[in-house]
């Protein structure tokens, strides 16, 4: 499926918990409250703002995941960031 | 088991500051990402695809029930619960926070464990057969050599910035339990001619990318000569590994590379220069002060109690399983040395829970002299129960789930975090282990099966040993979809060998269906008391690709 857009995903510093840059700039957990850039233009600028956000130690290691719309929800395109955005698959009697 | 001298207690105290110091500076900003990750790293602190991971050393994979107590106590405080024991006897803690880690090693540290050297390209924790000094087959009891291998190891100044890690096993019985051809050195206990006991040394054993099982290289190597042997080797490595590929920078490419002989050579000549250099010299008294530790514990003068635990095996059949599966003999009279599996059907293999800690940390006190190990195959051993004291063992531990009759059985899986946590990884690894785990629950029909290993790897780097599994299943990703390759005939033990790749990949849904294919085709085949790994030697890989592959393969509809 053709993605819908591009989010920026990243680990959180402090404590490495996976956030989406939002379009305030700060940095959200739910992906449905992250920016979502429509062209490439936008996802660049996204990218930007994540890299002085690293360069602030804010994050670490942000980078562009390709979106795709699924009944309604964001889900990334691709299986490693689809389990990044979500958590791990196993163990999900011992969320924190 | 070893205690920290004042010497150990300042060292890990002095890094437990230090890296709180480091961490302070990596939040105010005065250190950047590039400049503070070998600095974590150092501290066995990962970042993971959804948090930071910590590693933990278990020296050799002894614990005491004081130490699993208080990683019970991190796991609730500063996880979420639960730890991974992993196939180097270590235990890992996925969701730890990068400004709560210094807390937690200092929580460690008031129990005499570091994380220094989990990661890194230095010499890692050193590990042994998780029977060491309870094994009847045993020679020598591994420990204190690697006892030693370790403080020489710490903080090296020479071995800090190696072309790349650096594994080390030690088994001082016949059968090994502990891999000892997979790593860069292994070392086997053994006598010469003369029945003098000293170590075979094999190199450039390894996993991953490029797979080999080492090569003997001496032997027989005197006790005393240990040190500046291993000083040699390393020195051979440090100045001629590969540093320019880290896919080629184990010391396997090193020594495949020139030569088993050619290696033993340069190993040779350098040692003949350092070999009676004073520093390498250990005193006997410190030998001995180190092998003080690891003396025989306070057993009671007991006979053997075979007959007794006969009587409550043949009264109830599950027990009677249970001892078939788990239990080994003790060389002691009256003692027995009992596996606890972590392999519990739809469990991640080597996942414990704090509260599943904290029961087996009091068992421990109660059935087994306050120490348990951890193998290379992510199960707990008690290494001192009372044969008679078995039956209430079983049963305390059904209580908590430990006590699944599979160890050796092909429930009893090895798989490494895989694409749940681990961020090199292409797939997952812990629900296929999941899967296969439910799909084959019939106790009676694992032990009619018998011993066949499956190790499942995430990816190429092969942590979860997927090369010397009797089956090993790796993960591949294919199109944004994960598939699985398997191989046939690999082993880990003293008849080490890589597996054959069996054919295309499949997909996760496959694979309990593959395997049952695989275990049907074995059943039809085998020979008297052949093991799986006996019927495969002898007929090779055709009859198994045609039960997989063949005009009518068992398939069910791939899943995403």
Redesign the interface.
């Known amino acids: 499926m053709d993605p819908t857009g591009q989010m920026v995903l990243a680990n959180r510093l402090a404590d490495g918990q996976v956030v989406f840059l939002a379009t305030d700039g700060s940095w959200v957990e739910d992906i449905a409250r992250g920016a979502l850039a429509r062209d490439a233009v936008a996802a660049q600028r996204l990218l930007a703002d994540a890299q002085l956000a690293e360069s602030r130690n804010v994050v670490v290691e942000p980078y562009l995941i390709d979106i795709r719309d699924a009944a309604g929800r964001r889900q990334p395109v691709a299986f490693r960031e689809a389990i990044r955005a979500a958590g791990p698959t196993v163990r999900t009697d011992l969320e924190g | 088991m070893y205690r920290y001298d004042e010497f150990d207690h300042t060292l890990v105290a002095e890094r437990v500051a230090t890296f709180r110091r480091q961490v302070a500076r ?4 005065d250190l ?2 590039d400049q503070f990750k070998p600095l974590r790293l150092m501290n066995g602190l990962y ?6 991971m910590l590693r933990v050393n278990i020296p050799y994979g002894c614990l005491s029930s004081r130490q699993l107590r208080q990683l019970a106590f991190i796991a609730r405080r500063y ?4 730890g991974h024991f992993t196939t180097r006897q270590n235990i890992q803690y996925n ?5 709560e880690t210094p807390d937690v090693l200092a929580a460690l540290a008031a129990v005499e464990m570091n994380a220094m050297q989990s990661s890194g390209n230095c010499v890692r924790n050193i590990t042994a057969d998780q029977f060491a000094g309870r094994a009847q087959d045993e020679i020598e009891d591994p420990r204190p050599w690697c006892e030693l291998i370790r403080q020489w190891s710490i903080l090296h100044p020479e071995f800090s910035y190696l072309p790349r890690k650096f594994k080390i096993a030690v088994s001082g019985a016949p059968q090994d339990r502990a891999a000892v051809k997979l790593h860069d050195v292994g070392l086997y206990l053994r006598p010469n001619g003369a029945g003098v006991i000293g170590f075979e040394v094999i190199v450039g054993g390894g996993q991953g990318r490029l797979p080999y099982v080492g090569h003997t290289i001496r032997e027989w190597l005197a006790k005393e000569d240990l040190l500046s042997y291993l000083e040699a080797i390393l020195r051979i490595y440090n100045l001629g590994g590969r540093r320019d590929n880290p896919q080629k920078a184990r010391i396997k490419v090193q020594v495949n590379a020139l030569g088993a002989e050619e290696f033993r050579r340069l190993v040779d000549e350098e040692w003949e220069q350092i070999r009676f250099t004073p520093q390498l010299t250990v005193p006997r008294a410190e030998i001995e002060r180190i092998t003080a530790y690891f003396a025989d514990p306070a057993w009671e003068q007991l006979t053997d109690a075979s007959a007794t635990v006969a009587r409550q095996r043949s009264a109830d059949p599950a027990f009677d399983v249970w001892n078939r599966a788990n239990v080994v003999a003790h060389r002691r009279p009256g003692y027995a040395i009992v596996n606890l599996s972590l392999k519990a059907p739809g469990i ?1 293999p080597g ?1 414990l ?1 704090a509260d599943q800690m904290d029961k087996v940390a009091e068992l421990t006190d109660r059935f087994s002299l306050g120490e348990l190990r951890v193998s290379h195959r992510q199960n707990l051993v008690f290494p001192d129960v009372q044969q008679v004291d078995l039956q209430a063992l079983w049963q305390a531990l059904q209580g908590v789930s430990l006590a699944t009759p599979n160890i050796g059985t092909l429930t009893d899986i090895i798989a490494c975090p895989g ?3 681990c961020a090199l990884a292409n797939a ?1 690894a ?2 296929v282990a ?1 899967d296969i785990g439910r799909h084959f629950t019939d106790v009676a029909a694992l032990q009619d099966i018998g011993e066949l290993t499956i190790n499942i790897s995430g990816c190429m780097n092969a942590c979860g040993h997927h090369h010397v599994g009797h089956i090993g299943i790796l993960g591949v ?1 294919k199109n ?3 598939f699985y390759q398997l191989t046939l005939g690999g082993s880990s033990g003293e008849d080490a060998s890589l597996g054959d790749r069996l054919g295309r990949s499949i997909s996760a849904a496959e694979v309990p269906v593959a395997i049952e294919a695989i275990v049907t085709r074995y059943k039809a085949l085998r020979e008297g008391e052949e093991r799986f790994l006996d019927t495969y030697r002898r007929v090779g890989l055709e009859p198994f690709k045609e039960a997989v592959y063949g005009q009518n393969p068992p398939r069910r509809q791939a899943v ?1």
């Open positions: 990596r939040l105010s900003g950047s990402e970042l993971q695809l959804h948090a930071y996880d979420r619960n639960f969701w730890i926070k990068l400004d991640a996942d829970t694409l749940d946590f997952r812990i629900p999941q990703e944004g979809l994960e995403a």
